[in-house]
T-cell receptor, first 111, second 113 residues
């Protein structure tokens, strides 16, 4: 059974701060790592993905991957109240089809 | 371009009834996925299709669940008979070969009484 673990939160940060969201996975064969954002009552939407060890930046978002530690994280700089949502970590070992999702971390950004 | 379309958006039914959920993928996408989301189990992949052919149905919980994709623009997920534990949000998603992103539909919120 492939496990993807996330702290359910809620994680509360003040507006303008850096939010750090973490995810660990059990399957060393995992190849690709995705972060989705899900607003309450809405569908998941992709924020970004990462394949290689290290950092990948996209605007205010940075994904960090450490395959040796089986750890992936998402940093959100200059957090805004509109970032308040549940963030889902997903891993896949194949070509972007069979995703295993974590249970999500709820983020609250306080004005 | 229209996104993934799902219907109905909400469904309330009684235990034992048949439920059919529908999905229209984004035009040109050759992969289609059915997911279920609950508080207890999170977001789980049930089945996915490629070019209308089921590739992996290992996530389908039991024989009460079935999925079909008769053509490139339509898929159904059927539950017969439905049970209260089937209450969940069911999402359909689609993807195009060569792209990493799965695009999710708005979901169908199912309540089985």
């Amino acid at each position: 059974q492939k496990e993807v673990e996330q702290n359910s939160g809620p994680l509360s940060v003040p507006e303008g701060a850096i939010a750090s969201l973490n995810c660990t996975y059990s399957d060393r064969g995992s190849q690709s790592f995705f972060w989705y954002r899900q607003y309450s009552g809405k569908s998941p939407e992709l924020i970004m993905f990462i394949y290689s060890n290290g950092d990948k930046e996209d605007g205010r978002f940075t994904a960090q991957l450490n395959k040796a530690s089986q750890y992936v994280s998402l940093l959100i700089r200059d957090s805004q109240p509109s970032d308040s949502a549940t963030y889902l970590c997903a891993v896949t070992e194949d070509n972007f089809n069979k995703f295993y999702f974590g249970s999500g971390t709820k983020l609250n950004v306080k004005p | 371009d229209a996104g993934v379309i799902q219907s109905p958006r909400h469904e309330v039914t009684e235990m034992g009834q048949e439920v059919t959920l529908r999905c229209k993928p984004i035009s040109g996408h050759d992969y289609l996925f059915w997911y279920r989301q609950t508080m207890m189990r999170g977001l789980e992949l049930l089945i996915y299709f490629n070019n209308n052919v089921p590739i992996d149905d290992s996530g389908m919980p039991e024989d009460r669940f079935s999925a079909k994709m008769p053509n490139a623009s339509f898929s159904t997920l059927k539950i017969q008979p439905s049970e209260p534990r089937d209450s969940a949000v069911y999402f359909c998603a689609s993807r195009r070969t060569g792209q990493e992103t799965q695009y999710f539909g708005p979901g169908t919120r199912l309540l089985v009484l």
